[in-house]
């Protein structure tokens, strides 16, 4: 069994290594100067991880001037993870390894420093230490800890309970009593922490894309070289990181014969962070092929049921946390996102209403929210019954797009809940493209936290990337004019089955 990405017959890699090497230093720089933008443009910190150095204070109030060279480094970036995609839909392409070296060499930069697009890990320390501590994280925010730990929470969740599971409590409980209690410590650690997540997926996806027919470079590239992961998993150390790479690596597990240990992972990625749950309803078919006799679907989700229920029970007992996150699930919800269709449309219509009737705004995107979830469980239950015919992790990819879609809260970094799934299962050549060109928009989307939205931040953005874009046309064309053009027509992203060739647009 191939379980990682080699040469085929025919296929020689030498003549790859030259453009990824070149790929793989432009990312890096781009890295790095995104790493260099986070400074000026990202989460301000304060207290013991503050960097209060004069120079910086005044480029920061210059918000144009620290958004586009934060954007130069993202579109560098881009542009270099564009270019190693074509190169893996073409013969002789990197394979998993080269693609796991330039994972390592664009992820380097964003290892130590302060976060830049959100500040959600100073919350998990928060909680961590609550935990340490003895103290109900589901019943109580940070503020009830108080100290160091809790002076970069934003003020929106300094009264909130924790949303996530008891497994991701512990793991943050011990990494502030690794770290001391230390702020930058604690950061460091959770981004070690995270990068054992994005190691399981680096581990798991190329072998799940070989189980589903994808070609597994083209996994690697897609779900996990993504600047997606590398923004918001790596520098961010969100807990995405953690519940993805449990849960693929639970998918891997159950889709190679071992239901139960798969159902476990997978089970621990949802005390991790709730959503992960889902992915059990598409172990069901899986399982049932294996069973005997009649009513192998029903039979085989009792089992899972019985299997995910005694783990959460001897995980509960044994972390002595009770079920008041399933309680606290709801906490994300304080935060209006403006990229929730459901919050945007019930704000609209709530609006309107409220001056017809008077009723309530509230009222309104709580119906919204209801809607939406209706509309991604009626989703996933159609998905769910064609299983068999788009097969389960390209289901689970789907349905979880939905559910992130039709969800109260959207955030960039939850589309890396389909987006993982999908770029190791989709085989349609369509289908990887939309998430490719998606996952490039989302980046672009999310200014970094240091900034508000506004004129001279969305002027920074436009000045920083297009002076990439245009530097990268006019050494384009300086290649074409010595020879040195690739063929017209090489491949975009695709890394199917099927791959369309086309002339790149840049």
């Known amino acids: 069994m191939v379980l990682c990405d ?53 480029l920061r109030a210059l918000p144009t001037l620290s958004v586009s060279v934060l954007y130069a ?93 008891p497994v991701f409590l512990q793991l943050a409980a011990a990494v502030t009593a690794l770290t001391g209690g230390g702020v930058w410590a604690g950061i460091i650690g959770m981004r070690v922490l995270a990068l054992l997540g994005v190691g399981l997926l680096a581990w798991s996806v190329p072998r799940l894309a070989h189980l589903c027919g994808v070609r597994p470079a083209a996994a690697l590239w897609l779900g996990v070289l993504n600047p997606l992961v590398l923004l918001h998993l790596v520098g961010d150390a969100h ?16 889709l190679r014969r071992r239901p139960v240990v798969g159902i476990v992972l997978i089970t621990l990625a949802a005390l991790v962070k709730a959503p992960a749950v889902v992915a059990l309803a598409f172990v069901v078919p899986v399982w049932a092929r294996h069973l005997a006799g009649r009513y192998g679907r029903l039979r085989a989700a009792q089992r899972i049921v019985l299997v995910a229920a005694v783990t959460s029970l001897i995980v509960t007992a044994a972390t002595r946390s009770g079920f008041g996150w399933v309680r606290a699930l709801g906490t994300p919800t304080h935060a209006h996102t403006w990229m929730s269709i459901t919050t945007d449309l019930g704000w609209a219509a709530g609006s309107l209403l409220h001056r017809l009737n008077g009723l309530a705004i509230e009222h309104t995107i709580n119906a919204f929210w209801l809607a939406g979830l209706a509309l991604a469980a009626g989703a996933n239950l159609f998905l769910w019954r064609r299983v068999d015919r788009i097969g389960p992790v390209a289901a689970l990819g789907l349905g979880l797009a939905v559910v992130v879609l039709a969800g109260p809260v959207v955030h960039p970094w939850y589309l890396l809940w389909a987006v993982v799934p999908l770029a190791a299962a989709a085989r349609g050549a369509g289908t990887r493209r939309v998430v490719a060109i998606g996952s490039v928009v989302l980046v672009l989307l999310v200014l970094p936290g240091g900034v508000q939205p506004g004129l001279p931040a969305a002027l920074g953005a436009v000045l920083g990337s297009s002076a990439v874009l245009v530097a990268s046309v006019a050494a384009r064309r300086r290649s074409r004019q010595r020879g040195w053009a690739r063929p017209a027509d090489e491949p975009v992203p695709a890394g199917g089955p099927t791959e369309v060739h086309v002339r790149p647009t840049v």
């Not at 890295?31 to 004069?54: F, M, Q």
């Not at 480094?73 to 881009?78: E, Q, R, T, Y």
């Not at 995405?240 to 891997?252: F, K, N, P, R, S």
């Open 73 to 165: 480094g993202l579109a560098m970036l881009l542009l270099a993870w564009w270019r190693v995609g074509v190169s893996v839909g073409a013969d002789g392409g990197p394979s998993g390894r080269e693609l796991a070296t330039t994972a390592a060499w664009w992820a380097a930069p964003f290892a130590v420093i302060t976060p830049i697009f959100s500040g959600d890990v100073h919350s998990y320390l928060a909680q961590g230490a609550m935990t340490m501590a003895g103290l109900d994280a589901y019943r109580d925010g940070p503020s009830a800890l108080g100290g160091p730990l809790t002076v970069n929470v934003p003020e929106i969740w300094q009264h909130t309970p924790a949303p996530y599971g």
């Open 239 to 254: 807990n995405e990181a953690v519940m993805l790479g449990l849960m693929c690596l639970g998918l891997l597990l159950a």
């Open 6 to 58: 080699a040469a085929a017959p025919g296929r020689t890699k030498a003549p790859a290594r030259a453009p990824i090497h070149r790929d793989r230093v432009l990312g890096a720089v781009g890295s790095t100067v995104i790493a260099g933008g986070g400074l000026l443009a990202g989460v301000t910190p304060l207290g013991e991880v503050a960097i209060d150095l004069p120079l910086l204070r005044d």
